[in-house]
């Protein structure tokens, strides 16, 4: 592991040395508050990060969105009778959230 570290801490000093570290965007600024990467490991978060950017999300994303969301409608809701299809929403997507994060954790195993 240490080697590991040693080759890349290289490569970094390598590319600060060239230049290639410069100008880069949000060069200078604060990282962005990213409260929901705490809850991932680093380098799923990172990895989300980046396919967000290039507007490519994963399905467990997609379906955590819509997942707050529908927690949102159903909280947000006073009516009873009217809370009740949005909960069944809410389980729906509670259950296809839970089997993509399943997925993604098998595969990467």
Same mark, same amino acid.
């Given at each position: 592991m240490r080697g590991w570290r040693t080759l890349v801490e290289r490569q970094i000093r390598k590319a600060e040395a060239e230049g290639k570290l410069s100008g880069l965007a949000g060069e200078g600024k604060p990282l962005p508050?990213? $409260?929901g990467? !705490?809850?991932i490991d680093a380098a799923d978060a990172a990895g989300f990060r980046i396919m967000a950017e290039a507007g490519a999300l994963p399905e467990e994303i997609r379906l955590k969105t819509q997942l707050d969301e529908a927690r949102a409608a159903w909280s947000a809701e006073p009516d009873a009778a009217a809370r009740k $299809?949005?909960? !069944?929403?809410v389980a729906d997507l509670q259950v296809r959230y839970e089997i993509a994060r399943e997925a993604r954790r098998k595969f990467l195993r």
């Open positions: 508050h990213r $409260p990467d !705490a809850l $299809p949005l909960m !069944a929403r």
